[in-house]
């Protein structure tokens, strides 16, 4: 059974930082490009950040997190990381980890940890 389980979210100001941690089993982590997106309240989901599969050489960010947030990954432990620097309230959303293309909301995903930035 693929599993997808992010931890890592919680409370933050503006211009704080936080470190997203995706643990994946069920399936062979290092074969499939892999993604973050979010989901804020009252909104759709939205794409926010790629990294290709293997080695992890090319990786892809929605303009809107781009010099921001830095995505990685470590084949060895089937993990997926998102590191979120300078955070705006604007970030404020639940993060889902998920399997796909770049730009593909549609994979399959976690349950999500949560992301608040207040002021």
């Known amino acids: 059974e693929v599993q997808l389980v992010e931890s890592g979210g919680g409370l933050v100001q503006p211009g704080g930082s936080l470190r997203l941690s995706c643990a994946a089993s069920?399936?062979?982590?290092?074969?499939?490009?892999m993604n973050w997106i979010r989901q804020a309240p009252g909104k759709g989901l939205e794409w926010v950040a790629g990294?290709?599969?293997?080695?992890?050489?090319?990786?892809f960010y929605s303009n809107s997190v781009k010099g921001r947030f830095t995505i990685s990954r470590d084949n060895a432990k089937s993990a997926l990381y998102l590191e979120l620097n300078n955070l705006k309230t604007e970030d404020t959303a639940m993060y889902f980890c998920?399997?796909?293309?770049?730009?593909?909301?549609?994979?399959?995903r976690g349950q999500g940890t949560q992301v608040t930035v207040f002021s």
């Open positions: 069920g399936f062979r982590f290092e074969i499939y490009n």
């Open positions: 998920a399997r796909g293309q770049k730009y593909d909301v549609s994979g399959v």
């Open positions: 990294i290709s599969s293997y080695d992890g050489r090319s990786t």
